[in-house]
């Protein structure tokens, strides 16, 4: 027999490790036949995965369902059903793990829902239609009788009854072998690598699916390390741990970091989900040696409204995630990336301002604005109604409104949110927007403002290429009339933040003028007693060379600056920068 388990990603760097996983058992255990994995994306065309799944000629397919694909996952099962009409569909992930027989009602291609973990129901399952094929039978029609001894099953009966089995008991994880080790190098190197190395979560947020699983369950720290450094010997360049609260376990936490310090070879970065409340001093310690790249972390704030923070039961102590922060910036090895949460109760629109200047604040690498998910099976979604929250009955269920931020409310956020992303989170603006905080009274009504003008200038409905944002950004700054009188500054730190990720080939409006810059490239050409190190380098290269791994530009005041692309940072990838000071223009040659 053949199954094929189909994943529908969000991007295509993306992995699926739960499919990967469900094969890896399923082979360990001894189930036979041939079970295939299908990755595709949300953007891929419905007939271009239709295509490959029948040109596979499944007798069964499992696809794994989550928020994003959810859609087009319907969408698909309805074709496959009228062209593999023999073949058996079913379901299982988090999106479907909960009010399974109302979705089964509204899909009747489907066989059935594998609820929760699945390593073992699928096996199982498997197991199944394999006695099945053996006897000769049709896989359509394998006996409700052998289904209803699998736990963790809800499955509709021939005569159209839903029947649900119990629960499955949770898996040891050192049960699972490791399933990345038949990906090609090549196929690994420009992947995003999830890996797993616990389930569950010692905390009980009420937004999230991992507060329902009670306990912690941990891989032991010999399969973890073996399985890392495979992945670092592969050179995958990011590995990315699910475990929802990384540190949860001093002594664990501090074993894997250690390491990979370790066993680094300067290539893999690792993405690691914290508390930064939870960080004492000899774990702060070491993520100040690591390498600069080596991890980065994320830190979910989602409020600062300890009303908010009560009601959704989260523990945070906002002071130490401050001072973690901010300690952890001061090494500037270590990428921060910092959350927030628009829509959670008692959190109205002035206080969700309040929550995201007191995280800008802190200075993290990335500002994750997100808004409430009222997901199947969450506390939230029984507490919704009892809020007076109203989300969208679609995936992903995002909130429409509460009874402390209205819908307009939100649409204001979201088109922050777009400037945060655009303008802040690519850090390619860090200059820039460094000055012009000053000319507002917080960093919310700074993006808020952009996000106006965007929407009065008609902007906010066309894609724009990265030169073109700083074009935008000229025209926002030249319009504001109290920030005139620095505008030169501001063409300055513009120029600075172009070229300092890359030596763009069009000069934007906003240059100055290139004339300036061809008598002082020869002027650099021209011994000069104190040079830095850099000019010396420059010199002995041709100007082809020259070109490619250096730019120059005029700054106010006739100075000039150096862009140099051979050494860049680890972290925001920007070449270095040497300030020239003036170059007399009567030695240009």
Same mark, same amino acid.
């Given at each position: 027999m053949k199954a094929v388990l189909a994943a529908v990603n969000a991007k295509y760097i993306h992995s699926n490790p739960a499919v990967y996983s469900l094969r890896a058992y399923a082979q360990a255990q001894g189930a036979g036949g041939e079970v295939e994995i299908g990755e595709y994306t949300i953007n891929h065309r419905r007939e271009d995965v239709l295509r490959d799944l029948f040109q596979r000629s499944p007798q069964l397919v499992g696809f794994s369902c989550y928020i994003w694909n959810i859609s087009m996952i319907r969408a698909l099962i309805a074709d496959l059903a009228l062209i593999l009409p023999d073949t058996a569909i079913w379901l299982g $992930?988090?999106? #479907?793990?909960?009010?399974?027989?109302? /979705? /089964? $009602?509204? /899909?009747?291609? #489907?066989? $059935?829902?594998?609820?929760?973990? $699945? @390593?073992?129901?699928?096996?199982?399952? /498997?197991?199944?239609? @394999?006695?099945? @094929?053996?006897?000769?039978?049709?896989?359509?029609?394998?006996?409700?009788?052998?289904?209803?001894q699998i736990p963790g099953l809800t499955f509709r009966e021939k005569e159209g009854r839903i029947c649900e089995t119990q629960e499955r008991e949770f898996l040891e994880l050192d049960r699972i072998p490791f399933y990345y080790t038949h990906i090609p190098k090549e196929q690994m190197e420009h992947r995003i690598v999830y890996y797993e190395s616990s389930r569950g979560c010692p905390f009980s947020c009420a937004y999230c699916l991992s507060s329902v699983e009670k306990g912690l369950r941990f891989r032991s720290l010999e399969k973890v390390f073996e399985e890392l450094d495979w992945l670092i010997k592969q050179g995958t360049p990011q590995v990315k741990f699910v475990d929802r609260t990384f540190n949860c376990k001093k002594s664990r936490a501090l074993a894997i970091w250690k390491h990979i310090m370790e066993k680094d070879r300067g290539i893999t970065n690792f993405h690691f989900e914290i508390a930064a409340d939870l960080l004492d001093e000899e774990e702060l310690s070491l993520l100040e040696a690591m390498r600069p790249g080596l991890a980065q972390l994320e830190i979910g704030v989602q409020s600062t409204n300890q009303e908010t923070l009560k009601a959704i039961r989260r523990v945070t102590d906002l002071e130490k995630i401050r001072s973690r922060t901010e300690r952890i910036n001061r090494s500037h090895n270590i990428h921060q990336h910092l959350d927030l949460i628009a829509g959670l109760p008692y959190e109205d629109f002035a206080s969700f301002q309040n929550s995201f200047n007191q995280v800008y604040s802190l200075k993290p690498d990335q500002l994750q604005l997100g808004f409430l998910k009222v997901l199947k099976g969450s506390p939230m979604a029984a507490e919704a109604a009892g809020y007076g929250i109203v989300s969208s009955p679609n995936p992903p269920y995002e909130v429409l409104s509460t009874p402390w931020i209205s819908h307009g409310q939100l649409l204001k956020l979201k088109q922050v949110e777009e400037m945060v992303e655009v303008y802040y989170n690519s850090r390619q603006f860090t200059h820039t927007l460094k000055r012009l905080l000053g000319e507002f009274s917080s960093p919310y009504e700074m993006f808020s403002a952009l996000a106006r003008f965007y929407e009065e200038k008609g902007l906010d409905q066309v894609s724009h290429s990265r030169t073109a944002r700083y074009e935008i950004l000229w025209s926002f700054l030249s319009g504001l009339e109290d920030a005139r009188e620095r505008l030169e500054d501001y063409r300055d730190d513009l120029m600075i933040d172009l070229y300092l990720r890359e030596n763009a080939k069009s000069r934007p409006s906003f240059a100055r003028e290139p004339a300036l810059l061809k008598k002082a490239a020869g002027a650099l050409l021209a011994e000069q007693e104190g040079e830095p190190q850099v000019l010396k380098e420059y010199r002995q290269m041709d100007s082809r060379q020259r070109a490619r791994l250096f730019h120059m530009e005029a700054v106010q005041g006739g100075g000039f600056v150096l862009f140099d692309y051979r050494t860049r940072d680890p972290l925001s990838y920007n070449g270095a920068v040497y300030p020239l000071g003036r170059i007399k223009q009567e030695e240009g040659r």
């Open positions: $992930g988090p999106e #479907v793990s909960f009010d399974c027989g109302r /979705l /089964l $009602g509204e /899909l009747p291609q #489907v066989k $059935g829902i594998m609820r929760g973990e $699945g @390593e073992e129901t699928f096996t199982e399952l /498997l197991k199944a239609y @394999e006695d099945q @094929e053996r006897r000769g039978g049709r896989f359509t029609e394998l006996p409700d009788s052998l289904l209803a």
